[in-house]
């Protein structure tokens, strides 16, 4: 049998109960009426009471913190500076900056104003399809640069959704352009005889045939140190990259 009693939050910071309908419901006081001087309450849902222990507890810190939004007057744009404060921490610097970069000067130009809570699939869908066509002061993106816009928005509304600011992610249904991944074409044997020649007592010389031979990323042999070289038996060990991130 479901138990239904109403337990307190941690440190008096809400309630949590299961609804008849059985999900869970957690109860959490954001302020007072300026009016009546009545607590304002708000409600987070989830399939289990640890989801909804979880949202209480981040609702709690942020209540805290003073960075506490109300979910229905949330704009896309506030959520998207939330998510990539709070919800990047594990990911690479490089690619933290690649997210703020669309996110600033894609994704906020063309939909931060509107409302989170009223963010439909057909306005995704129209700011994706503007983002492959060319309009005054602005290239077309490619495909996979769409698609690649598509993945950072759809990721941080898929946050927006585990947290219960949105029910539905509005991203789900786009229609993505086609992209078709090019061939690689590698150097036959005599460009790289030709090659060679072109790099012989070049600065560079060794970094270029590193490349070569190896097919490193960039990044890849900038991050190379002497304990990555394994001289006696010929190989090297990547586990680092060097990447330039705001001039640092």
């Not at 979910?71 to 919800?87: E, G, H, N, Q, R």
């Not at 086609?178 to 012989?200: H, N, S, V």
Request: proline letters at 5%; charged letters at 25%; aromatic letters at 6%.
């Amino acid at each position: 049998m479901s138990n239904r009693k109403a337990t307190r939050g941690a440190q008096g910071a809400g309630t949590i109960r299961q609804r008849p309908d059985g999900r869970w419901e957690a109860r959490y006081t954001v302020g007072r009426d300026p009016g009546t001087g009545k607590q304002i309450q708000k409600s987070v849902y989830g399939k289990t009471q640890a989801d909804v222990r979880k949202k209480l507890q981040q609702m709690a810190v942020d209540i805290e913190s003073g960075t506490y939004t109300e979910p229905a007057k949330m704009t896309l744009a506030a959520w998207l500076d939330i998510w990539l404060k709070d919800y990047n921490k594990e990911v690479k610097p490089r690619t933290l900056a690649l997210y703020a970069g669309q996110v600033n000067h894609r994704i906020k130009p063309g939909l931060g104003a509107v409302r989170l809570a009223a963010l439909r699939p057909h306005e995704v869908q129209a700011f994706l399809n503007q983002q492959g066509e060319d309009t005054p002061g602005k290239r077309a993106l490619s495909p996979k640069s769409v698609i690649n816009i598509h993945g950072i928005l759809h990721k941080a509304l898929e946050q927006a959704v585990e947290c219960g600011y949105i029910k539905v992610n509005p991203a789900n249904k786009s229609k993505l352009p086609r992209w078709e991944k090019p061939d690689i074409k590698p150097l036959d044997g005599e460009q790289i005889t030709a090659f060679l020649q072109a790099i012989k007592g070049h600065t560079h010389e060794t970094l270029y045939m590193v490349d070569l031979f190896t097919g490193m990323r960039q990044g890849e042999i900038l991050g190379l140190t002497w304990d990555s070289i394994n001289f006696p038996s010929g190989t090297i060990h990547i586990r680092r990259q060097l990447q330039l991130i705001k001039g640092t």
